[in-house]
Nanobody
Framework: QVQLVESGGGLVQAGGSLRLSCAAS????????MAWFRQAPGKEREFVAAISWRDGSRAETDSMKGRFTISRENAKNTVYLQMNSLKPEDTAIYYC?????????????????WGQGTRVTVSS
């Protein structure tokens, strides 16, 4: 059974940084795509970034490009989201997701497995 466990969230001041981690277990993820989504209070869950386990190719949301970077560490089955220059509007629960079909899709329906989320709060 696939398990995704996020960590690294917390409270940070505007302009600060956080690195989120997503530890994946339960199967071999070679052909999977891993992604980060986020959901702010009262808003829809939105795509942040995705990365291919196989070749490291990435997809990122234009509005966050340059501040957020997704990466992977295959030996640890862990995906990271480095978040810099954080803003209050980045406050959300951040979710890790996994897709077995290998496509860098930015939509929720493309992902089969989800973690429980980690909360990020950015104070002004």
């Amino acid at each position: 059974q696939v398990q995704l466990v996020e960590s690294g969230g917390g409270l940070v001041q505007a302009g600060g940084s956080l690195r989120l981690s997503c530890a994946a277990s339960g199967r071999t993820f070679t052909n999977y795509v891993m992604a980060w989504f986020r959901q702010a209070p009262g808003k829809e869950r939105e795509f942040v970034a995705a990365i291919s386990w196989r070749d490291g190719s990435r997809a990122e949301t234009d509005s966050m490009k340059g501040r957020f970077t997704i990466s992977r560490e295959n030996a640890k089955n862990t995906v990271y989201l480095q978040m810099n220059s954080l803003k209050p509007e980045d406050t959300a629960i951040y979710y890790c997701a996994a897709s077995p079909d290998g496509r860098l899709t930015p939509t929720r329906v493309g992902y089969t497995y989800w973690g429980q989320g980690t909360r990020v709060t950015v104070s002004s």
